[in-house]
């Protein structure tokens, strides 16, 4: 008789060294709608519009996304297949130390977990951030001359970070269902958009214009966490991955091209005051408020998707690095409710955390592009940790990954490597010059101020008493996936009991 999938994903967490804790109620179509919320692809190309028509119109946002797009599907491979044969909640924490020696996989996973850590509150708190932004930029579809000052702004960034909070606890049971929807949602909203588009517009922009124009001239200048809680996660998660990537590439054209056709006066887009141009752009378009806002709502719908979905990764990948007690007061962050099946304090750390980095509008207007240079630095690094120990291991720990990218693995590797480093140095930089301390780029900032915290927190505790995930020293790939029993003694961690771990806490 077939062991139930259930009962061998199980089996295969135990080889890793950790019990089931989180219910396995979500399917591989879930496990895609989250990632596709969490690209959020018509609201993300939307709220950083601002950004591509300064750099560059046309051709940097037609074929920047196009550019991206493919990098991503490269990244987005690598980690597949290291995935396949490592299905956990703690993702690129765990394989970092699973692909390291047992001298370097403690450092190597302290790293790359407070950098997945911080990505996945960033990220959050960038998302959420700029969906308040954006629905404050709605009233300017009525009143032209409202700029919402800081304490506005703020106050409805928490709002959208409450909401996310409270469906977060209360639709912890329809998450499957929520994850599912954004798929609808968002390729509906953007055949919507398509369709009203190019269907009102009074003039349309040439092909010339939309896949080759370039100016930059208002620049100044001459951009995993769910595994345990799905079906069968060494086949099915690297596959969500992928696809959900391809997706988002190619909805991103598609949602761009007819918005490049009926793009109004840039000048006029590029005056507004909130720095979201999207709303404005469907009101001239369309000829009326009204109009505008209906597509605008369409977008606001796949902000909150994504606002749901991040919040729900941040709190397991906080839970996944909790319960190795790499963080203060690990014992709390990794309980998980009894009445809710998932770790309810490490979505209140994560909510509280983003909750507080909104604060730093109150210093700087350009705080979003911190939140979104931070996230990429620091889950861009994250990534980048695992594939690059693989790569100078020479791939043997992959080589039987059933989502293995074969002859074509380590060219792919390594341009991943490279773009991931050049995206690190883009990131830091300011949108336009010349840079005055309200425009300035604070992502190295705010990565510096966490990477105190971790430094400080791995003298005082961690480098006494953290040994890492308990992952074992030689056991062969193909073995943990066929759901071999863990060996303590061949394990990287000496006390391979979660309760044990998080004594540190």
Same mark, same amino acid.
């Given at each position: 008789m077939e062991a139930h999938p259930?009962?061998?994903?199980?089996?295969?967490?135990?080889?890793?060294?950790? *019990?089931?804790?989180?219910p396995r109620n979500l399917s591989m179509l879930s496990v895609l709608g989250l990632s596709f919320a969490i690209m959020a692809t018509p609201f993300g190309l939307g709220a950083t519009f601002f950004v591509s028509l300064t750099d560059g119109q046309s051709v940097t946002v037609i074929w920047g996304w196009v550019l991206v797009s493919l990098i991503s599907i490269a990244i987005a491979a690598s980690l597949a297949e290291i995935c396949a044969v490592y299905p956990t909640a703690g993702g690129v924490y765990y394989w970092s130390a699973m692909l390291s020696t047992k001298k370097w996989a403690p450092i190597a996973s302290w790293v790359t977990g407070w950098l997945t850590l911080v990505g996945n509150w960033t990220v959050t708190t960038s998302i959420n951030f700029s969906g308040a932004q954006m629905i404050l930029s709605a009233i300017t579809?009525? *009143?032209e001359d409202f700029v919402p000052n800081a304490y506005q702004t703020v106050l409805m960034f928490w709002a959208v970070m409450l909401v996310c909070f409270l469906v977060n606890i209360f639709g912890a049971k329809y998450l499957d269902l929520i994850n599912k929807a954004c798929i609808y949602w968002?390729?509906?909203?953007?055949?919507?958009?398509l369709i009203t588009l190019l269907s009102m517009a009074p003039t349309k922009r040439s092909g010339a214009y939309v896949f080759a124009h370039y100016d930059a001239s208002a620049s100044g200048w001459v951009r995993h966490a769910m595994c345990e809680e799905v079906q069968e996660p060494e086949r099915e998660v690297p596959k969500a991955m992928v696809i959900s990537v391809v997706a988002a590439g190619v909805t991103g054209v598609i949602f761009l091209v007819p918005i490049l056709f009926v793009l109004p006066d840039v000048p006029v887009l590029l005056a507004v005051a909130s720095g979201q141009p999207l709303g404005l752009l469907f009101k001239l378009v369309t000829g009326s408020a009204a109009g505008g806002f209906g597509l605008l709502f369409l977008i606001l719908g796949v902000l909150f998707f994504a606002g749901v979905g991040a919040l729900t990764a941040s709190s397991r990948c906080t839970y996944a690095f909790a319960r190795d007690g790499a963080i203060p007061g690990s014992r709390v962050w990794s309980r998980v409710d009894k009445r809710f099946d998932f770790p309810l304090w490490g979505l209140v750390l994560s909510t509280v955390i983003d909750c507080l980095l909104g604060l730093i509008y109150f210093g700087s207007t350009a705080a979003f592009n911190s939140f979104t240079g931070v996230a990429t630095i620091c889950l861009?690094?994250?990534?980048?940790?695992?594939?690059?120990?693989s790569l100078l291991r020479g791939r043997r720990m992959v080589k039987n990954s059933s989502f293995s990218l074969g002859r074509f693995g380590f060219a792919i590797n390594c341009l991943t490597i490279?773009?991931?480093?050049?995206?690190?140095?883009?990131?830091?930089?300011?949108?336009?010059l010349p840079v005055q301390p309200a425009t300035m780029n604070y992502a190295s900032v705010v990565f510096a101020g966490f990477a105190c915290i971790s430094v400080g927190w791995y003298f005082v505790r961690g480098r006494k008493s953290f040994t890492g995930p308990p992952v074992p020293k030689d056991l062969d790939p193909s073995e943990i996936v066929k759901g071999r029993p863990l060996d303590p003694e061949t394990s990287h961690a000496s006390v391979p009991d979660t309760k044990e771990r998080m004594k540190t806490g």
């Open positions: 259930d009962a061998h994903a199980d089996a295969v967490l135990a080889n890793m060294g950790y *019990k089931a804790e989180l579809l009525w *009143k968002t390729s509906g909203s953007v055949l919507i958009i861009g690094t994250s990534y980048g940790i695992p594939i690059l120990i490279v773009w991931l480093l050049l995206a690190t140095v883009l990131f830091c930089m300011p949108v336009s």
